[in-house]
């Protein structure tokens, strides 16, 4: 049975309850598998064909909330700022975000002098009370509306969340200071009372709650808000990172630039950059060279140089000259466009230990509502003080609000996905922080990923003695050989030529050639009979070659006699003996993994500090020893780039793949390193630990703080308008906590 997967937005949810109700009846229907994120306010829905969305949507609806497909990125003009104004503030101005920012607004004003009336007895004349409960009840009524409204939807559904607990909470202490004013001693001319930390024990009918039912409406909508900027906070960076793309692009019509959107734009178009203007789409310079700034994609500071034939990425910057680019991906192909999808997927998913969270949030309100019931009347037993009783039983509801157990992952997770997509790094999923914790060895491919994977000459050797002819030198042999490897299109011959050029210039041009499948070629240079390969090609013409055969080494024979060998290799990138030693420090033990020769594979690993290399590998074999390594209780991360590595990124406990490298690679791995620098890999593990520790840390303070702040406050030792202050700001605090990832270095 085939699944389709549907991404919904949904409206109405205000605290992690919510989303998990949301997810529990989306769970319900057949065959369908759903995770709500509480803070992106997104489902991720995977449903059989028979099931549509608008099913999904009906049951969304029934649960009391909003649902609908996500509309597509807008893209108008940017707003054009008033002089001394925030632009960014201009641009991301939020309906929502205005609307509770007026309710605070207004709650604050109105609810301050009804605090210290209540709370300074030097203020409060003789009749203080009833301009207290003119400037409270609308605090109570309007700024707190949108609890009410969402209380009273859930209980039409016969669910409790947060909401239900902070309105029965305001309403209850507003109720009470109503019937003590109106029918009891509370509203008589000269009465006093003071507030304290913890409960009071007075009489009854001569104690009102007004400065309760307004600070809590107030503190709550204040911790709603700044948690609502937080969360637009949290996840700026992918919003930033769909920003990235170019609106328009001159394409080359008839030899003329026409201007369209980039929309428009099709593979194989050509198209014009010009210096400050932003790459449209993934492509091949055809004209021109320039140097193009990819910070705000990869996160490398320094412009990469690029003439005609070498790539370029969509949303990287043309610093310099004019250059004309082949259109190679467009649309949801190109490398800007998956990254947001990842990071995106990312921000999406759950970690294990949320899904504790979100089960604990789901049978919490209920419990909190119990619990307060209990407070109520454990109070009424044991004192008969009802006073007292009430002041606990409000105190337990508004201390419970689960909020900072629904943020606790949520924000850390996008916080840390979106630095990582502006330093290079793409998180697949939340389950991946969970590996990289345990990870204790790393595997590196050789190819690609500790070298460039591209050849280069590195050493030429002209014979003596009985084997030169007195004659050769260093410059005569890549004279004669360059000339004839130029005519050879293999990665060897190129490199010996690139090599030879740059070390003595202009090479001749050969009279004949003649390309050997597998050994080698020879030809006529400069009036020589000139042969280049492989012992085995010079043994055939007859020519005699000293020593043993050496992986890497090409040798060079005219006129019958051998003159010298060249050394030929993929260098290693300059970065990754650094990056190794980050990964020893990380404690992590690396090992080198390679089809090469086992000479080959120990000079590199030396090279940049390797101890243990598994050479000579076949592709389909490297699988077997990921699997062997994890057989012998290793965590095993592997770092790879080409399509032969992708079974083994697979098979690891967690895949790194260059962004470099092979679409298979990238879809195989659980981490993508956008740049090809393998220090990335070490700052890509070091993010995803810290990200794991930032959710772990919120977990505990949110847990601890509900598990430590219910006793206190059944036991009377708090005030509910200190618990209303405390539960507003231990959500601001999980969420503070997770920004503190933005300044990841």
């Known amino acids: 049975m085939t ?126 009370q009833w301009l207290s409960l003119t400037l409270a009840a609308p605090v109570a009524v309007w700024g707190g509306l949108p609890f009410h409204r969402a209380a009273w939807t859930n209980l039409r559904h016969g669910a409790a969340t947060m909401d239900t607990l902070v309105s029965v909470g305001a309403l209850a202490a507003f109720g009470w200071s109503l019937w003590a004013l109106f029918l009891g001693d509370a509203g008589m001319p000269g009465m006093r009372h003071d507030v304290g930390l913890t409960v009071a024990r007075e009489h009854a009918a001569g104690t009102i709650y007004l400065e309760v039912a307004a600070g809590v409406v107030t503190f709550i909508l204040l911790g709603r808000y700044l948690e609502a900027r937080a969360k637009r906070k949290a996840g700026a960076a992918l919003h930033a990172l769909l920003r990235l793309g170019a609106k328009d ?156 157990l629904g943020l606790a992952t949520p924000t850390a997770l996008m916080v840390g996905t979106g630095r990582g997509a502006q330093l290079g790094i793409l998180i697949k999923g939340p389950e991946v922080l969970e590996s990289t914790r345990r990870v204790d060895t790393v595997v590196l491919d050789k190819t690609g990923t500790v070298t460039t994977g591209r050849m280069e000459l590195v050493g030429v050797h002209v014979y003596g003695g009985a084997y030169g002819t007195g004659r050769a030198d260093e410059t005569e042999l890549l004279r004669l050989a360059g000339a004839l490897e130029h005519s050879s299109e293999h990665p060897v011959a190129r490199a010996v030529a690139a090599g030879a050029a740059a070390r003595v210039g202009e090479l001749p041009v050969p009279k004949s050639f003649e390309n050997v499948p597998g050994l080698g070629v020879r030809g006529s240079v400069d009036g020589h009979l000139v042969v280049v390969g492989r012992a085995a090609l010079l043994a055939a013409e007859g020519i005699e070659v000293p020593g043993e055969p050496r992986p890497g080494v090409v040798h060079v024979a005219w006129d019958g006699r051998a003159r010298g060998t060249l050394t030929v290799a993929d260098s290693v990138k300059e970065t990754s ?130 598990v430590a702040a219910l006793p206190l406050a059944a036991a009377g030792l708090l005030n509910p308008m200190i618990a209303g202050l405390a539960m507003a700001f231990s959500s601001v605090f999980v969420v503070t906590n997770s920004l503190r990832l933005r300044r990841f270095r």
């Open 249 to 404: 692009v001159a394409v080359l019509r008839d030899g003329a630039e026409v201007r369209i959107p980039v929309a428009a734009l099709a593979v194989g178009d050509r198209f014009v950059v010009r210096p400050g203007e932003k790459i449209a789409t993934d492509g091949t310079v055809t004209e021109g060279a320039s140097a193009v700034d990819a910070s705000l994609l990869t996160g490398e500071s320094l412009p990469v140089d690029v003439t005609p034939g070498d790539p370029v990425t969509g949303g990287c910057v043309n610093t310099s000259g004019r250059l004309v680019v082949q259109a190679g991906r467009v649309g949801a192909d190109t490398q800007l466009a998956r990254m947001a999808r990842l990071v995106e997927d990312a921000q999406n998913g759950k970690a294990e230990v949320q899904r504790l969270a979100d089960r604990i949030s789901a049978v919490f309100v209920p419990v909190v509502l119990l619990v307060a019931l209990g407070t109520l009347v454990g109070w009424l037993l044991l004192t008969s003080d009802i006073t007292a009783a009430f002041t606990a039983a409000v105190a337990v509801l508004i201390i419970a609000c689960p909020c900072a």
């Open 577 to 706: 003996a650094e990056a190794v030693a980050r990964l020893r420090a990380l404690g992590m033990r690396p090992v080198l993994l390679t089809g090469d020769g086992r000479a080959v594979a120990e000079e590199v690993a030396a090279e940049v500090g390797i101890d243990e290399v598994i050479a000579e590998v076949l592709p389909q074999e490297k699988v077997d020893v990921i699997r062997r390594l994890r057989a012998e209780g290793r965590t095993v991360a592997m770092v790879g780039d080409g399509v032969n590595d992708a079974a083994a990124l697979a098979a690891a406990d967690l895949g790194l793949a260059m962004g470099t490298g092979t679409d298979a690679a990238i879809e195989a791995s659980d981490l993508t390193l956008v740049r090809g620098d393998l220090r990335v890999a070490a700052d890509a593990i070091r993010l995803a630990r810290r990200t794991l520790a930032t959710i772990k840390g919120n977990l505990g303070w949110a847990f601890g703080y509900n």
């Open 3 to 128: 699944s389709t997967i549907t991404e919904l937005t949904i409206g109405g949810m205000t605290c992690a309850s919510c989303a998990a109700r949301v997810e529990k009846k989306l769970n319900r229907m057949d065959g369908v598998t759903a995770t709500v994120n509480y803070a992106t306010e997104k489902a991720r829905v995977e449903h059989p064909a028979e099931v549509t969305v608008g099913d999904l949507i009906a049951t969304v609806v029934r649960t009391g909330y909003t649902a609908e497909e996500p509309a597509p990125e807008p893209e108008p003009e940017e707003p054009r700022p008033q002089e001394g104004t925030d632009p960014a503030a201009v641009r991301d101005e939020d309906p929502e975000l205005a609307s509770l920012r007026q309710r605070l607004t207004v709650s604050a004003v109105l609810a301050l002098p009804v605090v210290l009336l209540a709370m300074v007895p030097a203020l409060q004349f003789e009749h203080w």
